[in-house]
């Protein structure tokens, strides 16, 4: 299989955002870790790739924690021989972050959950608490993470293209947990698709277990964005795949469920218990 550039893209857009939160210069994380500024420049701007035994230092100077560090050199070895980075789901949200952040396309399937991006914090401390149960700081963190994803997406200056693919089960689910929470969420989706660029559908019937979630991340017109991606999960791992062959198997799958889903301005769920008995 042919080598991709998806791990390139990823260590320098972390080694960039984490550098440029920390409020340093490219010369001061070079001279950290004893290169040439040139050298680190041409990391952040893709064209080399840092060797795989100095990524932890790199990491290290701008600012990243040990577990991150450790997911970026899994992320270039995995890369380097394009093959779908296998990882826990935890790790491989850091990538998903970044691509919800500089991609100019993105689609995100589920069919049991509402998308961390268009969760209420109520909604998560609710609902999304009893399908991934935890501590008190594991699900504190949890939304944090969440949080700090709708404001990056939310305060980007460019317009992404935004496609949510919900299931209806998940909304149902909701509605029997609570009927006010199930309103103000619902709701909060339809602002949400009031926003620029910004589509939710809700897909009604039952979906194979197979093609119950998965995300699309493409390019489109933004300059900054790496090469597509897919991502899906199971319970105990998830992957993310860049075979183009591959993506092109999900955005099929993509189009085909779109075409059955009913716009959130529109979806009304008032036969809702009939359809439950």
């Not at 890369?79 to 990882?87: S, Y």
């Not at 075979?243 to 075409?259: A, C, F, H, Q």
């Amino acid at each position: 299989m042919a080598k991709t550039e998806s791990g390139i893209w990823f260590i320098r857009m972390m080694l960039r955002t984490g550098r440029e939160a920390m409020g340093k210069t490219q010369g001061q994380v070079a001279r950290q870790c004893h290169l040439a500024t040139d050298t680190y420049r041409a990391y952040e701007a893709g064209r080399a790739s840092p060797p795989a035994k100095n990524i932890e230092a790199l990491a290290r100077a701008c600012g990243h924690s040990e577990e991150k560090a450790q997911y970026m050199v899994k992320a270039a070895l995995g890369r380097a021989e394009g093959e779908a980075l296998e990882a826990e789901m935890r790790y491989n949200a850091l990538f998903i972050a970044l691509a919800e952040r500089y991609y100019g396309i993105f689609f995100k399937f589920d069919a049991l959950l509402v998308p961390g991006l268009l969760q209420l914090q109520q909604y998560h401390y609710t609902v999304a608490r009893l399908a991934e149960p935890g501590t008190d700081e594991w699900v504190d963190r949890g939304w944090e993470f969440k949080e700090e994803r709708q404001h990056a997406v939310e305060d980007r200056s460019d317009r992404p293209a935004m496609q949510f693919m919900i299931g209806e089960t998940a909304l149902l689910q909701l509605r029997m947990i609570s009927e006010p929470l199930y309103q103000d969420q619902l709701r909060h989706l339809r602002r949400w698709a009031k926003k620029p660029g910004v589509f939710v559908r809700v897909l009604r019937g039952p979906v194979p277990a197979h093609q119950s979630g998965f995300s699309i991340y493409l390019p489109g017109e933004s300059a900054v964005a790496g090469p597509p991606i897919a991502y899906t999960e199971i319970a105990d791992s998830s992957w993310l795949i860049d075979d183009p062959t591959r993506i092109e198997r999900y955005d099929d799958l993509r189009k085909k469920l779109w075409k059955k889903a009913i716009r959130i301005e529109v979806y009304n769920d008032d036969d809702w218990r009939y359809r439950l008995a």
